[in-house]
């Protein structure tokens, strides 16, 4: 059965599409210059970007970009308010630096990157992220992308590239038994619901606490689907070359893997040269454009009103060097 959108946090007399992690802290970071470009790559419900707005002065614009439509159309309503000084364009944050250049904006003062999903997607049964729900096997963020399903993953990846895409993204112990169970039950019937695949996986783990499990392959499957690694590589790069001198990158993540990928694109502009030691000069040419400015963790204040933020990691550079 659908869900409807969970009334329990309201804004206003609407119900709440998702409680923004660390607000105050993100807008403190991500503002540099209150009458700047803003680029918010995850606009979702448009949380931060609302708080942005509020801080920035009318010479202030922001471009919020999501590849879900559903996200746009909420923030679409939260964010009217500001009128043109808003442009939301649908599309992945890896094609942040197209839409910018047919935007004719050649830099900006400060990118957010709050990753993974929102509160509204998980609860949503019909999108098929959650395992707590029944719903269709989906979990594409975009559901107008001509892209993979996860029942397409699950009913036609090898048993190989199942135990490696759980172990890979879910870091899950029992992968190599669940890919097993998944290729078996498959050549019955093909997956189509979440239904299904919890059922799997809950029959071959030992315990009567299987909710981690559930979330790790959920969790994988869910990267896979929507290339997350990939698009966060391809997304970071693009947000620093956009990045003005002084300008601001703020990355919210929330697993090992999201901030393991953002440390290493951060440590790689940080340091500028990649030789291997030992060489008497650089050959690489790598510059050192960015510096760190911090790193936090939630308040446990913001833990307790919000249970997304216990996991969540803020990161944030600045950049210091233009392109040239
Ligand atoms: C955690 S939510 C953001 C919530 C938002 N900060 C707020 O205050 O409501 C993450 C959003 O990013 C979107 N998203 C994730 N990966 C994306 C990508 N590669 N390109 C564009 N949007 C993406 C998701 O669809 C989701 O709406």
């Given at each position: ?21 660390m ?25 931060h970007?609302?708080?942005?707005l ?43 630096g197209t ?10 003062s ?24 029944d719903g ?51 050549n019955?019937?093909?997956f ?14 030992p315990?009567r ?12 499957l869910r ?15 693009a ?7 002084g ?5 919210l ?16 502009h ?8 030992g ?27 919000n249970?997304?933020?216990r996991s969540?990691?803020?990161r ?9």
């Amino acid at each position: 059965m659908e869900s409807k959108i969970s009334f329990d946090q309201r804004c206003g007399s609407r119900p709440l599409y998702h409680l923004p992690v660390m607000r105050e802290e993100v807008v403190g970071h991500w503002m540099t210059d209150r009458g700047g470009i803003y680029v918010d790559a995850t606009l979702g419900g448009g949380g931060h970007a609302e708080a942005l707005l509020g801080h920035l002065t009318e010479q202030g614009r922001l471009i919020g970009i999501d590849r879900d439509e559903e996200a746009l159309a909420a923030a679409a309503d939260r964010l009217r308010r500001f009128g043109d000084r808003v442009i939301l364009k649908q599309g992945t944050f890896s094609e942040m630096g197209t839409m910018l250049k047919a935007l004719k904006i050649e830099e900006v003062s400060g990118v957010l990157f709050d990753l993974g999903v929102s509160s509204h997607q998980i609860d949503r049964a019909g999108r098929g992220f959650s395992y707590r729900q029944d719903g269709p096997l989906d979990m594409r963020m975009g559901q107008t992308e001509r892209t993979r399903t996860a029942a397409d993953v699950v009913n036609s990846y090898s048993e190989q590239a199942l135990f490696d895409l759980f172990r890979r993204y879910g870091e899950e112990r029992w992968s190599r038994r669940i890919a097993r169970r998944i290729c078996t039950l498959r050549n019955r019937s093909p997956f189509e619901r979440t239904s299904q695949l919890r059922e799997a996986i809950v029959s071959v783990i030992p315990g009567r606490a299987p909710q981690k499990t559930l979330a790790r392959i959920f969790q994988a499957l869910r990267i896979e689907v929507n290339d997350e690694i990939g698009e966060l590589e391809r997304g970071l790069e693009a947000a620093i070359f956009l990045l003005k001198t002084g300008g601001h990158l703020a990355v919210l993540s929330y697993h090992s893997l999201e901030g393991r990928t953002v440390k290493a694109i951060f440590r790689k502009h940080i340091r500028g040269c990649h030789c291997p030691p030992g060489l008497p000069v650089c050959v690489c040419g790598g510059r050192r454009i960015l510096k760190a400015v911090c790193r936090e963790k939630p308040s446990a204040e913001d833990v307790a009103r919000n249970e997304r933020a216990r996991s969540a990691r803020l990161r944030v550079v600045e950049k210091t060097m233009s392109n040239e």
